[in-house]
């Protein structure tokens, strides 16, 4: 993802269907008939449902298991082994797993193999909720003090590892108590692929599922989980996820504040360029979970060699998990 400028985000939202350099195979969400949601704007919602505890320890597992594997960037050795590590988990929790490949053209000339990893829980009901989060980590440090180092991949475990620990935790507790509705889990590759200052570059993998969704695949709401792992967790209401989803923004924070989770603050933040762009622009009305000021409002563990998981804590993958989980389980038919 990356902190973007207003002047900026109409260009980002017009390339988002301009997938030219792109091509894969299409494993594209589709309903058995078109969708029973609510219309655009509302949602249902039960609160305090009963639902299983979310485990931190298990959630920093998960987020330990991927950082092991190193950097994740694409074609690299660890995202191959976090690919098929991560799919592994899912298809242990999951109705229905596929893989969505494609390819994209890098900076290089080489051909980047990109994979969006699709789980779906309940896969035949038409009510349906959708989280996601990307897994792929940046090929290069910019923001690295050790300018001899800006060139090297890195391990990822907030920019990366977080937002996947959290789901693969969700994903454990749904396949324990099945949710009301359906829900996919979708986990996106190629995000923070580009170049600072190339927007075309980034959000491959949203873009990709985007285009490629079938029309009648509209869940009641997208919630992304970005850079959730913070030590010091600080989650305001990111601007753009406040203009496209508001009533979306309003049950999640309210959730927060009935489950006494304070690290969700009633205030707004920045306006990122997310993964959550591509999927409003096609319908899905999407929030962003993300606190960009790691560890403080000076960044300075954003795209470095300091993103690690001693700069992250179980406690933060909880009380995010736990949010997100009460509100899957409010969801009803």
């Excluded at 949601?37 to 449902?49: H, I, R």
């Excluded at 485990?55 to 098929?84: D, I, K």
């Excluded at 969006?116 to 038409?126: L, S």
């Excluded at 180092?149 to 693969?168: F, M, Q, T």
Aim: some cysteine.
């Amino acid at each position: 993802m990356a902190k973007t400028p207003a002047l900026v985000i109409a260009v980002v939202l017009a390339a988002l269907a301009a997938c030219s350099r792109n091509s894969g195979q299409t494993a594209a969400l589709q309903t058995s008939s078109p969708s029973t949601s609510p219309p655009k704007g509302e949602t249902t919602f039960m609160p305090s449902p009963r639902y299983p505890a979310f485990e931190s320890g298990r959630a920093w597992a998960y987020l330990t298991a991927q950082t092991a594997f190193g950097p994740r960037n694409p074609n690299s050795a660890g995202h191959a082994a976090c690919l098929a590590y991560i799919a592994g988990a899912l298809r242990a929790s999951a109705d229905d797993v596929r893989l969505q490949e494609f390819t994209h053209t890098g900076y290089e000339g080489q051909t980047l193999r990109l994979t969006n990893v699709i789980a779906r829980f309940r896969p035949n009901d038409p009510a349906r909720v959708l989280l996601c989060a990307h897994w792929d980590t940046r090929p290069r440090a910019e923001q690295d003090e050790n300018k001899a180092r800006r060139n090297e991949p890195i391990v990822g475990a907030n920019d990366g590892a977080s937002g996947v620990a959290v789901l693969l935790e969700v994903a454990d507790l749904l396949k324990k108590v099945p949710p009301a509705v359906g829900v996919d889990i979708v986990l996106f590759d190629g995000e923070d692929y580009g170049k600072e200052g190339d927007h075309a570059s980034y959000l491959l993998g949203s873009r990709y599922f985007a285009a490629q969704k079938d029309p009648s695949y509209l869940p009641r709401f997208g919630i992304l989980l970005d850079m959730v792992g913070d030590a010091y967790l600080d989650l305001p209401k990111e601007q753009y996820s406040v203009r496209y989803a508001p009533e979306v923004v309003d049950m999640v924070w309210k959730t927060a504040a009935s489950l006494g989770v304070q690290q969700f603050h009633d205030e707004q933040g920045e306006e990122i360029m997310d993964d959550h762009l591509p999927l409003n622009e096609a319908g899905i009305q999407t929030i962003d979970i993300i606190d960009f000021n790691y560890p403080d409002n000076t960044n300075r563990y954003w795209h470095t060699h300091k993103d690690t998981p001693d700069h992250c804590s179980a406690a933060s993958l909880e009380a995010v998990g736990s949010v997100i989980a009460s509100v899957v389980y409010a969801q009803v038919p």
